[in-house]
């Protein structure tokens, strides 16, 4: 057997000189071109060969393949393999997410029936979203399974938020458009957040938060239903928390014109609708974004309610919801002030006008008394 070390030390050279960037896989014509792509080196078990002779050869015997693969599974797949510790940033995932406010209002029947083909299975009948799923222009229509996080996505909500996963910045406006239609009080400037999401098989536990992302060991559509609630909830907070900021200026302004004239130039009917801006800011978090109200995919699996809970303490909801709160009340406070101002001016007004009317009362008694007395000549 000698007579092949010849040949085969010429094979090993000459895979050994290929370019190690080189993939098995053609990345311009195959559509698994997104799977993990092993180097084509000597050091792959699909191409490991141990010399041989006639001469006897002291070697390990290896009972079993998987032991082998075991026992050099660094050597065989490399430094970049998803076998490597959780540490390692290759092994993760990364599905970037957006999230838009453009809308006060989203008909969500009407997109469902538009785009029927990719709507994801609901998870609740009385849920305020729905979730689209469409297929990236490189993987070329093929079935990737159950590899949900290389799809792209977009969860519409009916108080007006869209959060894309997996969606590149050229591609937004796109994906935004397909909604528009369906929308009513579109905004002129929409509020604008972005998010990351890892994922990584290896990871011990369910989740893992980090700074600016989470790191999920799988991700699926439950997982991607509750993180769109909160960054939807969260960009619909910074658009009504602008809404009630600019209230507050207004009133802070009027107050700062009553400190130096000890009067306010204000007519009833602006007041009034501040007085309804006011309460339907309120009603339309606690009503419409449903601040408050748990989610059904929480409330069956404790691993979604951990993400949750994390992602709902990471963008402070509560706590932006308690400031929205107490500012809402100092609108309300200086909404009733002024109410009080303008009914006394009205009373005062009145009070005037009965004065007036009694006045010219007294004068005609006067004068019809004094004709009758014969002092005046009629």
Not at 260 to 278: E, I, Q, S
Request: include cysteine.
């Amino acid at each position: 057997m000698g007579r092949w070390k010849a040949p085969l030390s010429l094979f090993l050279i000459t895979t050994t000189t290929k370019s190690p960037n080189k993939s098995l896989f053609n990345t311009n014509n195959n559509p698994l071109h997104n799977f993990p792509n092993f180097p084509y080196t000597i050091e792959h078990s699909f191409f490991k060969f141990r010399s041989f002779s006639a001469l006897p050869f002291v070697s390990p015997n290896y009972t079993d393949d998987l032991e082998y693969m075991n026992n050099n599974i660094g050597n065989i797949f490399g430094k970049d393999c998803i076998f490597m510790p959780l540490e390692n940033e290759e092994c993760s995932r990364k599905i970037p997410v957006k999230a838009y406010f453009l809308c006060t209002s989203m008909n969500l029947k009407a997109i469902q029936a538009e785009y029927l083909h990719y709507l994801v299975t609901p998870s609740s009948r009385l849920s305020n979203h729905i979730a689209l799923r469409f297929v990236p222009s490189e993987m070329n229509s093929f079935d990737f399974g159950e590899n949900e996080s290389r799809y792209q996505y977009m969860v519409v909500f009916q108080y007006g938020s869209a959060v894309l996963f997996n969606v590149e910045d050229h591609e937004v406006e796109d994906f935004l458009q397909l909604v528009r239609s369906h929308a009513s009080g579109l905004l002129p400037d929409m509020k604008k957040d972005d998010y990351v999401v890892k994922e990584n098989p290896l990871l011990e536990e369910d989740m893992q938060g980090g700074s600016d992302y989470i790191v999920l060991k799988k991700f699926d559509t439950d997982s991607l239903r509750v993180i769109g609630s909160v960054l939807g909830q969260s960009i619909a907070l910074d658009y009504f928390v602008s809404q009630v900021d600019g209230m507050v200026e207004e009133f802070s302004h009027i107050n700062r014109v009553m400190e130096k004239t000890g009067n306010f130039t204000m007519d009833r009917k602006k007041l009034f609708k501040l007085v309804g801006k006011a309460n339907s800011n309120l009603a339309d978090v606690i009503l419409k974004v449903r601040i408050f109200e748990r989610s059904e995919i929480a409330w069956r699996d404790s691993k979604y309610a951990q993400i949750l809970e994390y992602l709902r303490e990471e963008y402070e909801v509560s706590q932006r919801f308690g400031n929205l709160n107490f500012k809402l009340k100092f609108v309300e406070h200086n909404i009733h002030f002024l109410q009080e101002v303008l009914q006394n001016r009205k009373s005062d007004l009145l009070e005037w006008c009965i004065i007036v009317l009694l006045s010219i009362e007294n004068v005609i008694s006067l004068y019809e008394i004094i004709s009758e007395s014969g002092a005046i000549p009629i």
